[in-house]
């Protein structure tokens, strides 16, 4: 939503622009809600235990007495008897890939009051991140019976167990909560809570579409961390 | 004044900012002029049962006693094993149930519950939460559920870290740092359950701190009041919010550590652990990194520090200026300072590791990083006595509390440029001389600067004020007290009595460290008890403290101007105050009275030579 109006003040472009607002009074962002930017500054904390946990890892990965295991073999998959290399996870980063872009229209057809489409799309959001954990699911249980655990690793290195479940599981745990609050939401829009500015539970506050958006950025920040989980997990 | 001055005393262009000037077709004739509310009305959730007004509270005020309430009785707690320790410092083996192990114990719950449950708690919790919607002229935090729940979080962490006194084995030994291996090894103490709940009540507290934390810099950034620009915020305010935005960046780094710890002890991983031999039996850690804990230690580590000084800095500033009737000196230059420490505090943390045995070259890096930080800080430093230099002040309790902050913190201030050269600090790495800086520099100085402000804005909580004549006496007690504490030590450092020892037993420090460690001892129970004083005051004042009136100290920031003393839910009445100044209009020349609010418009104060602001 980048064309706010408010009376008594001119938004201007740029840096220029940036300087302003920042000098004016009441508010910074203007025309930003409130938990728009509470979800900004905790995905920005976020981003920060995300960081540390991969440093942490580059440190152990780079670190290690033991080799670490060659991330081609140990994900591959196998089609007959041929091992593919990243195929479960390419097609595990497609569907999350592809999640996004189904929350963004979501937010899109949201903001237009379609209140059908966003709630279906919200939903198939939701069913992609499900789809997701699934196959999460799958791929740790595929370790976990060659014989990888957190404390030890047939293949190399202890740490790859270690931090593979630990990352992995974190990012998992993540998407979870995403998927639960895609659930919520989905139930909220068809039921019209968005609509109707129905009030939450014990806070007063009026609801709108705008929470639509903010469940958005987390889910896109997911997202944009798994990216960074695979470049470094499985690329590497 | 000369009349020649009121001459060139032109009318005041303040309109509600500065940035107001560039737009196009605004009413600027107008002086009063402030420009209309952007943010719609915050609807407020108002409790009706008891639960919901003082338990389950969303009114950040109650919240904000909660924290500082809780934050105290675990200050109480700190205290009484820093007694503890000193006992058996200063008189070995006086106490009979204080051995080794237990002294351990008492070190590193002293630490880390005065360091994160008491300061950070108290500071942002406390007086964040109590200040910071009505400095700003808010209703309330912008999400009062979730502040609530916030408080709550820091309950549940305070009740997990103080079980951890009752479980199996005590809580954990392994010194405030918590650093492994040894802190999950048998042989420490509490290498079980007390680590365990340790490391999870700090999680707890670290989500609980991140709910509160969204809420000041929120409430901070994007619900100001008409006029309120940010340029126009009490120094209080920019501490707390630095303070918090620091909370929110170094806070992940000690999650994601206590996380790994947590495994490591739960499932054997080996993040932290490396290879080791226990009574000749090989464990099964392999590979890990204990300096990969100190670094994110440390990481969230110092920052820390400055998450407890900031909001001190910052109050300070407003109390100096308050009982000094001066303007504070250089305002813009004390904000740049506080955002500027903020910034620095985070490339500095491996000067708490010069002796790890990192590269050197990262020890050159740390200690140019951290000489600079003494730039900024400084600068505050005179900033604050030029604010008292010819200044109107009030030797008051408060003014008296602030005076003893400037003296302690310069004191470990310096001591901490000692110790931020790599080449002084290996010496005196792990003596007595670092636990003089930092209780110096991060325990008193801050304490200061806490009972100040409790002698400060106990009457807006309370409507009543606290004995004066009490509270010099607690100001002297604790002043000289604290100070025969801690000086003392600087000695101990230089002739190398270590940290963290049980006994000294028959080293050779003992004959000339003996009279000086029970010297301490005395001290430390005297400054201890003479709290009693402090807590007598708040009680009795609670009930006969003369009634304070609106506004006691006649200072102008916006919390002593609600239309209700003490103020009640929503804060403002039925609308809204305007803001058209800074709040440190003392003693302007020109104007009435030696102070102007900061809801006084312009027009009332045509002939005044005000700050434009």
Known sequence: ?236 | MSDEYNQQNTPLEAQSSETMSGSSGTPSKDIDYVRPAEIPEQDLYHGHSFITKWVFCQDAKIIGVQYFLTAVFTGVVGLILSWLMRLQLGYPELVPFITAEHYYQFVTMHGMIMVVYFLTALFLGGFGNYLIPLMVGARDMVFPYVNMISFWMFFIAVCVLMASFFVPGGPTGAGWTLYPPQAILPGTPGANMGIILMLISLSLFVIGFTMGGLNYIITILQARTRGMTLMRMPLTIWGIFTATALAMLAFPALLVSCIMMTLDKLLETSFFMPSILQAGEVLSYEGGSPVLFQHLFWFFGHPEVYIVALPAFGIVSDLISVHARKNIFGYRMMVWAIVGIGGLSFFVWAHHMYVSGMNPWFGFFFATTTLIIAVPTALKVYNWIITLFKANIRMNTVMLFCLGFIVTFVNGGITGIFLGNVAVDIPLSDTYFVIAHFHMVMGIAPLMVIMGAVYHWFPLVTGRMLSEKLGKWHFWFTFLGAYSIYFPMHYLGFIGVPRRYFEMYDSPYVTSAVGMNEFITLAALIVGFSQLIFIYNIVTSLKIGKPAGKNPWKANSLEWLTPDVPPTHGNWGEKLPVIYRWPYDFNVPGAKEDYITQTTPPSEVINAEVEKT
């Open chain 1, 1 to 236: 939503m980048s064309d706010v109006k408010i009376e008594g003040f001119e938004l201007k472009p740029g840096f220029k622009g940036m300087a302003e607002d920042t000098g004016s009074d009441q508010t910074m962002f203007k025309g930003v809600q409130w938990g728009k930017v509470m979800m900004w500054i905790f995905l920005l904390s976020d981003t920060f235990v995300f960081s540390c946990f991969l440093i942490s890892y580059m440190k152990g990965r780079a670190s290690t007495v033991v080799d670490w295991p060659n991330t081609s073999e140990v994900f591959s998959l196998h089609v007959g008897s041929v091992p593919v290399p990243l195929l479960l996870i390419a097609i595990m980063t497609f569907v999350l890939i592809t999640s996004s872009g189904t929350m963004a229209l979501a937010v899109k057809y949201g903001y237009e009051k379609n209140r059908k489409m966003c709630g279906w799309l919200i939903l198939a959001t939701a069913i992609g991140g499900l789809t997701f954990v699934g196959m999460q699911v799958f791929e740790w249980s595929k370790l976990i019976h060659e014989g990888v655990r957190p404390w030890e690793n047939p293949f190399g290195a202890k740490q790859f167990g270690s931090y593979f479940f630990m990352i992995t599981g974190f990012h998992g745990f993540h998407v979870s909560i995403g998927v639960i609050f895609l659930f919520i939401y989905a139930y909220k829009t068809f039921a019209g809570h968005f609509d109707k500015e129905k009030r939450g539970w014990f806070t007063t506050m009026k609801g709108g579409y705008v929470e639509i958006e903010i469940l958005g950025l987390y889910w896109h920040f997911v997202d944009l961390v798994w990216v960074f989980i695979f470049a470094f997990f499985y690329l590497w």
